[in-house]
């Protein structure tokens, strides 16, 4: 009999995923300074609070310059809720790229700048127009997870500016 993880000998037309390290039971130390456990926990949180991440549809990749980064987008049907998700594919090194992501595809005012919210690191953009500059460092976060925001007020709508 042999336990699960261990390797077992291969025999003539025996599967191959038999001795694969997805059926092998791993002990991670949830506590190292390495652990993914906080980004996995911040990422699972970003899951449950947006209605787009509860469906599989509304699904849309979009052009990025740059092969080993991939954009998609999910929103709800009304489009009150639409996340942005950037990855860079290598694990390895830094990537940049030019994002296309025409403002109207999303549901954002063609003539108006909007903002994007970074989930993941907080930080917020104003973006305008169709093209935008990505930078991912594996290193530093591998994604981008960007809630679009439609309205954004630049500083004269305020009542104190008038």
């Known amino acids: ?32 300074d390495a652990s993914l456990r906080p980004l996995m926990t911040h990422i699972n949180r970003i899951r449950h609070e947006n209605p787009c991440l509860q469906s ?20 709800t049907s009304d489009g009150s809720n639409t996340l942005l998700v950037i990855v860079n594919l290598d694990p390895h090194h830094k990537h940049t790229g030019w994002l296309h992501l025409p403002p109207e595809a999303m549901g954002m005012p063609a003539t108006r700048p909007f903002q994007v919210h970074d989930l993941l690191s907080e930080t917020r953009y104003q973006w305008n127009g ?8 594996p290193q530093a976060m591998p994604a981008h997870v960007f809630r679009l925001r439609r309205w954004v007020r630049s500083e004269q709508q305020f009542e104190y500016f008038l």
């Open 1 to 32: 009999a042999f336990e699960l993880g261990e390797r077992r000998p291969r025999e003539p037309g025996s599967e191959e995923y038999l001795d694969s390290e997805k059926y092998q039971i791993r002990r991670w130390n949830l506590e190292a």
């Open 130 to 137: 169709p093209r935008h500059y990505i930078e991912l460092d």
């Open 56 to 75: 599989d549809g509304n699904l849309t990749f979009h052009e990025i310059e740059n092969d080993q980064l991939i954009a998609y987008s999910k929103s």
